[in-house]
């Protein structure tokens, strides 16, 4: 397997950490976040095993490709205008997400213009660039910034400040049954495998 798959679903999986995936979960601690995690984890393995096991039925072909090839025009179209859709919706609010926390406790006393305009400013450089050059960029942002994030993961777990009573609190609901918005939420991070939909093209077996 390319090692551009495992850089996709990374990148996806830090992304919604530092998102607004803590504050989903916090605010459903103790009504089946521990179970909803569980079973999220579960179905994030089996869709991200599915989604590769098919597309590596087609090498070097993308969903939009695939679609226009095995469906009628009529069924193809408003498939991919939902598919479109829902990226564009996804994209915007990690967009706004980002731009909140940068606002709130990175750079409070910059315009929030400012900060919203860097953002499209970096995207659109991402939009002109070749998908095989975004794949390469990204590898090297990986590489930069994973161990800078481990350090501060390990900076956030031996706090003292950090209360084990909470998460002990957090654990004894393991009983509790799933909840449908937890389960979703946790689902997220395991998404980055839909990314291959469109990189397919420029991932080779290895």
């Not at 089946?32 to 994030?44: E, K, R, V």
């Not at 939009?64 to 859709?85: C, G, R």
Request: overall charge positive; charged content about 10%; aromatic content about 16%.
């Amino acid at each position: 397997m390319s090692r551009f798959v495992y850089f996709l679903i990374t990148t996806n999986m830090i992304a919604n950490i530092a998102a607004s995936l803590p504050r989903i979960l916090l605010s459903g601690s103790n009504n089946g976040a521990i179970t909803s995690m569980a079973l999220a984890l579960i179905f994030g393995v089996f869709a991200t095993w599915s989604v590769i096991r098919l597309l590596s039925s087609f090498p070097g072909k993308t969903l939009p490709e695939l679609m226009e090839t095995y469906l009628s025009k009529w069924l193809f179209v408003p498939l991919l205008l939902f598919f479109a859709i829902n990226w564009y919706v996804s994209g915007l609010a990690t967009l706004i997400t980002y731009s909140d926390i940068l606002l709130r406790y990175l750079t409070p006393e910059m315009s929030i213009y400012s900060i919203v305009g860097t953002f499209i400013l970096f995207i659109t450089f991402g939009l002109v660039m070749k998908g095989r050059s975004v794949l390469y960029t990204l590898e090297i942002i990986l590489v930069l910034l994973v161990p800078i994030i481990l350090y501060f993961l390990l900076k956030v777990y031996l706090d003292r400040q950090l209360d084990w009573d909470n998460v002990g609190v957090a654990i004894m609901n393991v009983n509790s049954f799933p909840n449908y918005t937890l389960f979703t939420a946790s689902s997220y991070i395991f998404l980055g495998f839909f990314d291959m939909l469109y990189f397919n093209k420029y991932i080779k077996k290895k």
